[in-house]
């Protein structure tokens, strides 16, 4: 099985910088994709950024430029660099890998993110 176990979250002021990291382990194959997604208080669960297969990089616009998505070299971590925070990207933020022709999916246990002076 898979395990993703993130780690950097807390509490950042606006402006400031997070950086969210998921580590994977376990029988990884095939994959589909492996991104970030949040849960903003009162709000669905959204796309924050993902890696495609190619290694192609997708942004929510919300995060465009100011979020970078990234691997480590062997593809076992995951990041997500925040910058120029905002108090709206206050969330729960999980990682998420799909492998296997769609078969399997992974979830992170969730980081808080919380954007506040």
């Known amino acids: 099985q898979v395990q993703l176990v993130e780690s950097g979250g807390g509490l950042v002021q606006p402006g400031g910088s997070l950086r969210l990291s998921c580590a994977a382990s376990g029988s990884i194959f095939n994959i589909n994709a492996m991104g970030w997604y949040r849960q903003i208080p009162g709000k669905e669960r959204e796309l924050v950024a993902t890696?495609?297969?190619?290694?192609?990089?997708r942004y929510a616009d919300s995060v465009k430029g100011r979020f970078t998505i990234s691997r480590d070299n062997g593809r076992n971590t995951l990041y997500l660099q925040m910058n120029s925070l905002k108090p709206e990207d206050t969330a729960v933020y999980y990682c998420?890998?799909?492998?296997?022709?769609?078969?399997?999916?992974?979830w992170g246990q969730g980081s808080q993110v919380t954007v506040s002076s």
């Open positions: 890696f495609g297969r190619s290694g192609s990089t």
């Open positions: 998420n890998l799909k492998m296997g022709w769609g078969a399997y999916e992974y």
